[in-house]
Every structure is written in C-alpha cells, then in structure tokens.
C-alpha cells in the first residue's frame, strides 16, 4: 500500500503564503500522475492542481490560477504546492493524491490519498 503524507498546513493571514509537502512510500514516485484537492467545511472535495507523471502537463482550477503553483521532487519522492496570496475561500483540508496514470479532475479515479493538511486563511 502506498502511503501519502501531507505537511505545511497551517495558520495564515490573507494574502500570505505556504507550501504544502506530500511525501510518498513508493519506490517510483516518477512513475505517478498527482494532483491536490482540498475540502472546505460542508462543502465536497474539489481538485486543485495536478500534472502528468512526467510534469510536462499542468492544470490548475480556475480561482488558484497565478497563485497557485504544483510541483515535484521525483528523488525526494515529494510533491509540492505553493500557495501564494491566500484569501479565505482557500481555507481547507488539502489532500494530495497518485495514481500510477494522471486522471486530472476526476477523484475516484485517483488510487491513493494522504490524511490531509489543514489550511487556516483568517481574513
């Protein structure tokens, strides 16, 4: 089973910043599509970033595009969100989650998840 690990979640003022981390079990962390979703209290998760195995294909939603920014580390197993000019609407459980294909927006298609990290954006 591979196991996913969030961190870098915390308090922030609008307009500030954080980087979340996710770090992988997997021997092969470049052979996985990722991608960050997060959940917001009552509402459903909903995806935030995402890109190919390779990195060479990125996608972003629509309101965390030009502040948002994913990446990965394949040797250090580890992918990355920088969030920059955080509002309130952006105060959530972020998740990271792998599947050996990158399936972009769609959560069920995604085989592994990370517990979360949560994401305090006072305003």
């Known amino acids: 089973q591979v196991q996913l690990v969030e961190s870098g979640g915390g308090l922030v003022q609008t307009g500030g910043s954080l980087r979340l981390a996710c770090t992988s079990s997997t021997r092969t962390f470049s052979n996985y599509g990722v991608a960050w979703f997060r959940q917001a209290p009552g509402k459903e998760r909903e995806f935030v970033a995402g890109?190919?195995?390779?990195?060479?294909?990125?996608e972003y939603e629509d309101s965390v595009k030009g502040r948002f920014t994913i990446s990965r580390d394949n040797a250090k197993k580890t992918v990355y969100l920088q969030m920059n000019n955080l509002k309130p609407d952006d105060a959530a459980v972020y998740y990271c989650?792998?599947?050996?294909?990158?399936?972009?927006?769609?959560?069920?298609?995604?085989?592994?998840w990370g517990q979360g990290t949560r994401v305090t954006v006072s305003s």
């Open positions: 989650a792998a599947a050996g294909y990158y399936h972009g927006r769609s959560i069920g298609r995604y085989d592994f």
């Open positions: 890109h190919s195995w390779s990195g060479t294909f990125t």
